[in-house]
């Protein structure tokens, strides 16, 4: 955690930074010594199970603790996620076993995110090969919760399990997409809905694999003039409202951002798949950590002027409080000294 914060680059970068403060050693729980050899020999050998855990337990809590985000809109009680995955680049000669294409390998992180608290409350990660809609098969699904899926995940055997587990999903349809209308409803044009239809699956193994009705919803994007077509297995919310929902899925995607940019997720301190996926749980751990902090000060500041604070405060013994706290310097006066003047000739 302290190389996510401080942003180190390696482990011989993490060390050099740490011996600085060796006399705080003890009061940090390192020991009489730290080596490089020591922190290669627990990425290696100790289990990435234990922060697995340890992120989940905090995942929790800092959902828990966070409050419901202030943009999101819709007036409705059931939880709302956003499932997808992003891919992490790495060397092929060196992560041999994250055969990824040919010449590449690459590992995956698919992501089950709270739209309300902007937390990731699940994690997976497989090899870069492994298809986004495998990821559906270890997800434990929530009854009237919503999942928002990217038209990737489109496969109707997945979808029609999350139905039989009481739970919604809203997606967008294919290209390729074939139906039968069974009825449709009267839609509201003004509000860029061009159609409200109950549809049922056409094709051999689509009818087999989803044997029930689907709601399908043209929709008009009437600010950027995209057009879209939405499937879900709810027919009680209004279609505006269906495509908002699937409008919140991009929160997902700025949470790969984020720890991309901010935290140490692209360059690893080990070469092991533990190593691995340790370094992406302690990143996941780092993230709760500061929502947690964030919502206990009820701070006013951005999760990445948190971070950048942190960073820049790690071995301070300034309570939490004082640092995140507003400072208002606009009643601070500079004193009047007597300077020299500059002539310019």
Not at 189 to 202: F, L, R, S
Not at 213 to 232: A, K, P, Q, S, Y
């Amino acid at each position: 955690m302290f190389g996510q914060i401080s942003g180190r680059e390696s482990l011989r970068d993490l060390l050099t930074t740490i011996s600085a403060h060796r006399p705080k050693y003890h009061h940090l729980g390192f020991g009489k010594n730290v080596s490089r050899s020591n922190l290669a020999t627990a990425n290696e050998t100790r289990d990435y199970r234990i922060f697995e855990e340890l992120a989940y337990e905090l995942i929790a809590e800092a959902r828990s603790c966070c409050q419901q985000d202030a943009d999101f809109a819709l007036s409705i009680d059931n939880p709302v996620y956003a499932f997808d995955s992003t891919l992490i680049d790495l060397c092929l000669n060196v992560f041999w076993w994250a055969e990824f294409r040919k010449a590449k390998a690459a590992v995956k992180i698919h992501t089950l995110y709270d739209v309300r608290t902007s937390i990731p409350c699940f994690i997976h990660i497989t090899d870069g090969a492994t298809h986004d809609v495998h990821g559906l098969d270890v997800l434990t699904y929530e009854a009237n919760g919503f999942y928002i899926l990217d038209r990737g995940y489109v496969d109707f055997q997945r979808l029609y399990n999350i139905n039989q587990q009481k739970a919604f999903f809203v997606t967008r349809a294919k290209d390729n997409f074939k139906f039968t209308r069974l009825n449709a409803g009267v839609p509201d044009k003004k509000a860029g809905v061009i159609c409200d239809q109950c549809v049922k699956p056409n094709g051999f193994y689509t009818s087999k694999h989803y044997s029930e009705g689907l709601r399908r919803i043209r929709f008009i994007d009437i600010e950027t003039g995209r057009r879209m077509v939405f499937l879900t297995n709810n027919f009680d919310l209004p279609a505006v409202d269906i495509a908002l929902l699937y409008k919140y899925r991009w929160k997902v995607e700025l949470f790969f951002k984020w720890i991309k940019q901010h935290l140490k997720v692209k360059s690893f301190w080990g070469t092991s798949p533990n190593a691995v996926k340790t370094q992406i749980y302690i990143a996941i751990i780092t993230y709760s950590l500061v929502a947690i902090i964030k919502a206990k000060m009820k701070s006013t500041l951005t999760t990445y002027e948190i971070l950048q604070i942190l960073s820049a405060s790690l071995l301070d013994k300034t309570p939490l409080k004082v640092l995140l706290a507003n400072q208002n310097n606009q009643d601070f006066k500079e004193q009047n000294d007597i300077q020299l003047k500059i002539n310019l000739v």
